[in-house]
């Protein structure tokens, strides 16, 4: 049955350190979202790419983050330098343009020390 | 802009007990509605969603109303078991945009 996949599940770092995160959306689905889960803040819409174009980035810090879908199977974000405020689940969603169900995957707990 | 409020938590119930959590919406034109659950260590699930006014979604003994006059939509169920135990998220969705707008989510815990 099709899921999203992401990897790491867990990534524990230090500080200054690069972290990248990558997603499996569903095969076919052309929209992928990234969100950041904190107990603070909840749910945060990070970046929306429909067909491999950043729609989108409003909620993500530019100086440190970014997104790209290097190809049609893959989706990344990287941090770059991580901060402890960095710390959260960071989940990957993916859909269909112009349907509003969206699949969640795992997500991939962040940990910078 | 679009917003979600929903009841904070954590709510704790019995087994069998019935469960309500509120939420409700601001939004311009006619946003869909839904309510995703999240069980411990995973991903946001797809519980239940209704597209337009006074449509109800339901699935796993859960429902919810669409309410545009009261803006709301909360969720309901008559009879709680220990494995639904997990935090529930109310969100809405306008096609202009195509994204989901999510309430803070309500932790929900069920004793035996």
């Known amino acids: 049955d099709a899921r999203v996949t992401q990897t790491p599940r867990d990534k524990v770092t230090e500080m200054g350190q690069e972290v990248t995160m990558r997603c499996q959306p569903i095969?076919?689905?052309?929209?992928v979202f990234w969100y950041r889960q904190t107990m603070m803040q909840g749910l945060e819409l990070l970046a929306y790419?429909?067909?491999?174009?950043?729609?989108?980035d409003s909620g993500m810090p530019k100086d440190r983050f970014s997104a790209e879908m290097p190809d049609a199977t893959l989706a990344t974000l990287k941090i770059q330098p991580s901060e402890p405020r960095d710390s959260a689940v960071y989940f990957c969603a993916s859909g269909s343009s112009g349907t509003s169900e969206q699949f969640f995957g795992p997500g991939t707990r962040l940990t910078v020390l | 802009g679009d917003s979600v409020t929903q009841m904070e938590g954590p709510v704790t119930l019995s087994e069998e007990a019935f469960l309500t959590i509120n939420c409700t919406y601001t939004a311009t034109g006619y946003p869909s509605l839904f309510w995703y659950v999240q069980y411990p260590g995973e991903g946001l699930q797809l519980l239940l969603k209704?597209?337009?006014?006074?449509d109800k979604g339901s699935n796993k003994g859960f429902e919810a109303t669409y309410r545009k006059e009261t803006t709301s939509f909360h969720l309901e169920k008559g009879s709680v078991q220990v494995s639904d135990s997990a935090v529930y998220f109310c969100a809405l969705w306008k096609a202009a945009g195509n994204k989901l707008t999510f309430g803070g989510g309500t932790r929900v815990l069920v004793k035996p």
């Open positions: 209704a597209t337009k006014a006074d």
């Open positions: 790419f429909r067909n491999r174009a950043p729609l989108d």
């Open positions: 095969l076919g689905h052309n929209t």
